[in-house]
């Protein structure tokens, strides 16, 4: 495996406040002289994005669960394959919103599908391409959806629309997660003040990158 850049992920709940992690994460990794690739799942590539279109379809409610995990699972690794193993292998440093760990929180904690089962099969998508790095924006599901609600701006999609327990199953997933990983998952206090948040963040990718790129 060619792997010379290297790969953060950023993960959360709803309303977690990922795209301005993610905005901080590539300053931090562009001031440091990287080259840094953004991008995000489901999507990022055309193929990913249409697939993302299916997934997130406010109408498409009566989708099983299973079809939702093999779906993002598809979009995965397309969107890998296309995008974020050339730009490693190039030596980029690649930003992506969201990964493996959604789908075992989402789909195999929080769906009930398992984790072990989501797991393998998204092995067999990500052919051990794993992050370096994931950053865990904690945020409690009644403070993430409430923003939501207040940005006017956001679209909602279909995961926005689940019961609040469905919410608090996908945060009880990400921690378990925090547990298992916590060589690669670092967990961020994203109710924190924003530039608290933000510069926390940037100390962290700062501590990561030195003399990588």
Not at 69 to 83: D, K, P, V
Not at 196 to 211: F, M, P, S, T, W
Request: with cysteine; net charge negative; proline share 3%.
């Amino acid at each position: 495996m060619d792997r010379r850049g290297f790969f953060v992920t950023v993960e959360g709940g709803e309303g977690a406040g990922k795209t301005s992690a993610i905005g901080a994460i590539v300053q931090a990794a562009a001031d440091l002289g990287g080259a840094v690739v953004s991008t995000r799942e489901p999507g990022g590539i055309p193929i990913a994005e249409k697939i993302r279109e299916l997934i997130l379809d406010r109408s498409h409610t009566e989708m099983d669960s299973r079809t939702e995990a093999l779906l993002y699972a598809a979009a995965r690794r397309q969107h890998l394959t296309q995008r974020v193993i050339p730009a490693l292998q190039s030596g980029q440093v690649v930003v992506c919103d969201r990964f493996i760990d959604s789908s075992l929180a989402y789909q195999g904690h929080a769906r009930g599908l398992g984790m072990a089962e989501v797991l393998a099969v998204n092995a067999f998508a990500v052919e051990g391409w794993m992050p370096d790095l994931t950053l865990y924006m904690d945020v409690r599901p009644e403070v993430g959806l409430a923003r939501i609600q207040a940005d006017a701006s956001r679209e909602l999609n279909r995961l926005d629309l689940e019961k609040l327990e469905f919410h608090r199953k996908v945060r009880e997933g990400y921690l378990q997660l925090l547990e298992r990983y916590p060589e690669r998952i670092v967990r961020i206090d994203a109710e924190s003040d924003l530039p608290v948040v933000l510069e926390e963040i940037r100390r962290l990718v700062n501590q990561k990158l030195a003399g990588r790129v």
